[in-house]
C-alpha cells in the first residue's frame, strides 16, 4: 500500500507527516527520527526525496542533525509549530469552514453544536 497520495510532491508529504507527529506529541524533543536511508528503503523513495523533506524542516528548525547520528526533534519544536499552526488557523481553517456551512445554510448554532459534540466523543475515546 502507498502511504503518499498524487496531490503534493513525496517530500512535502513526509515533512507534514513528521510536523504533524511533532505536534500530536509522538515525536518528542530531542527524539530521533527516521533516517532517510530508512525512509528511502521503507517507502521505496528516492533517499534524495527524504532529504528534501529533512533539509526543509532543518531550516524550519523543527530538527536538527547530529554528526554521525542522524536527524533529532529540535528543543521547543512542538511549542513553535504550534506557535505558527495557531496564527493561520482562523484564517486557513475556520474561516473557509464557516464560508461553506453558510453556503450551506448550517446555522452557527448548528456548528458549535457539532464542535461539541465532537469534543464529547473526542474525550470519551
Keep these: 500500500m502507498d502511504p503518499f497520495d498524487n496531490r503534493s510532491p513525496i517530500y512535502l508529504q513526509i515533512a507534514d507527516g513528521i510536523r ?3 505536534l ?3 515525536l ?3 527524539e530521533q527520527v527516521m533516517s532517510t536511508t530508512q525512509y528511502a528503503t521503507t ?3 528516492n533517499p534524495a526525496t527524504a532529504a528534501k523533506a ?3 524542516l532543518v531550516d524550519e528548525d ?3 542533525k547530529r554528526r554521525g547520528l542522524g536527524m533529532f526533534v529540535s528543543d521547543g519544536a512542538r511549542e513553535r509549530l504550534r506557535l505558527r499552526r495557531r ?3 482562523w484564517d486557513e481553517v475556520l474561516r473557509p469552514v464557516l464560508a461553506e456551512a453558510h453556503d450551506l445554510g448550517i446555522t452557527t448554532a448548528e456548528v458549535v453544536s457539532h464542535i461539541q459534540q ?3 466523543a473526542q474525550g470519551e475515546r
Excluded: K, N, P
Aim: overall charge negative; charged content about 20%.
Design 20 to 22: 504533524r507527529s511533532i
Design 24 to 26: 500530536a506529541g509522538e
Design 28 to 30: 518528542a524533543d530531542g
Design 43 to 45: 517507502y521505496r523513495i
Design 54 to 56: 529533512m533539509t526543509l
Design 62 to 64: 523543527l530538527l536538527h
Design 87 to 89: 496564527a493561520t488557523f
Design 118 to 120: 465532537a469534543e464529547q
